[in-house]
């Protein structure tokens, strides 16, 4: 019995070894520019899909918080979150709004003016507003959920994540004007943008210490519950083989309409198959029948009438 355990660990060892050399070269590539070219040809039909941002167009960067995952020694996004766990910023593959309903108006701001940077926010721990990362963009498409929906999905040709610097330690003017109160997203000035990018330039770039962490919090998860993303319902990584099934057309049981990304009760039901699930935010696949853009609020009511016939 033992000697079968020791085994299983060492093969565990070995497969984690691989995993982490993946990784690697996933960082590698991502530090290398080579995003762009491969969400604009590898993906085929939906590779078409993605239209590239002018390259020359001058600096407009947003700023943009996400929620740090509080078990994470670096602040990568929220993977643990209860009933809520997100994929985005997603630096897999450098991209935002691929896969999550998060800050659908940034993304549709960022598509409006052609924006060149995303600037990465977040508490590490519960700890001040710190700079963590940025995304050079090189292309925006549809969402699932459609243009008229307001849904874009963003590529980034560059993704460099670096040891996160607290808001009042940057130099005085960006401390001052990141200081300022916003909640999810602010717009930067050319000014703000080209010293934003040239301040993380210069730090060492830690992207790979962040996939590898975020392959931690989802491995975690899946010990405690089967999944990676429990909610989701969702056992794997996320990988660009994932693009082209969220970049499908909603369903037409969706039928177009704009949805709430909030729900009242964080109850949501399915108008494909009826599967009612939980969750924080608005999914773009139902977990159930992995149909896009299905999902709607369920009020107090309808979640009364689940929970008594279960
Ligand atoms: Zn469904």
């Known amino acids: ?13 070995a497969a984690r070894h691989t995993r982490c050399n993946g990784l690697q070269r996933l960082a590698t590539s991502i530090v290398a520019g080579e995003r762009a070219l491969d ?3 590898v993906n ?32 990568v996004r929220a993977v643990t979150r209860i009933k809520d766990n997100k994929s985005d910023p997603n630096i897999e593959t450098g991209t935002y709004g ?29 700890a001040e507003r710190h700079l963590t990362g940025m995304y050079e963009l090189a292309a925006w498409t549809p ?36 200081g300022t109160r916003w909640r999810l997203s602010k717009q930067l000035s050319a000014a703000q943008t080209h010293e934003l990018a040239a301040l993380i330039a210069a730090k060492p770039d830690m992207t790979s210490d962040y996939l590898l962490e975020v392959d931690r919090l989802e491995r975690l ?18 990988t660009w083989a ?3 099934a969220y970049m499908r057309p909603a369903d037409a049981a969706a039928g177009g309409a704009r949805v709430s990304n909030a729900s009242p009760t964080g109850w949501w039901g399915c108008e494909a198959c ?29 979640v009364a009438r689940i929970v008594r016939s279960s």
């Open 1 to 13: 019995m033992l000697a079968r355990w020791n085994q299983a660990a060492i093969s565990d060892r």
């Open 39 to 41: 969400l604009l040809s």
């Open 44 to 75: 085929g039909a939906e590779g078409a899909r993605w239209r590239p941002f002018e390259p020359d167009r001058p600096p407009l960067g947003y700023a943009s918080f996400y929620y740090a995952d509080d078990l994470a020694a670096l602040p």
């Open 98 to 126: 691929l896969f999550s309903t998060c800050q659908e108006r940034m993304r549709a701001g960022i598509v409006k003016h052609g924006a060149s940077h995303l600037f990465f926010f977040a508490r590490p721990r519960g």
């Open 143 to 178: 969402g699932a959920l459609g243009a008229d929906a307001g849904d874009f999905a963003l590529a980034a040709g560059g993704v460099r994540f670096i040891a996160p610097i607290p808001l009042s330690q940057l130099p005085s003017e960006l401390a001052t004007a990141l």
């Open 221 to 238: 998860n899946k010990f405690h519950s089967g999944y990676r993303y429990p909610t989701w319902q969702r056992e794997d990584p996320w």
């Open 242 to 244: 994932d693009a082209a």
């Open 274 to 302: 009826d599967a009612a699930i939980e969750n924080g935010a608005l999914l773009k696949a139902c977990p159930s029948c992995r149909k896009l853009g299905t999902l709607r609020p369920l009020n107090a009511p309808a």
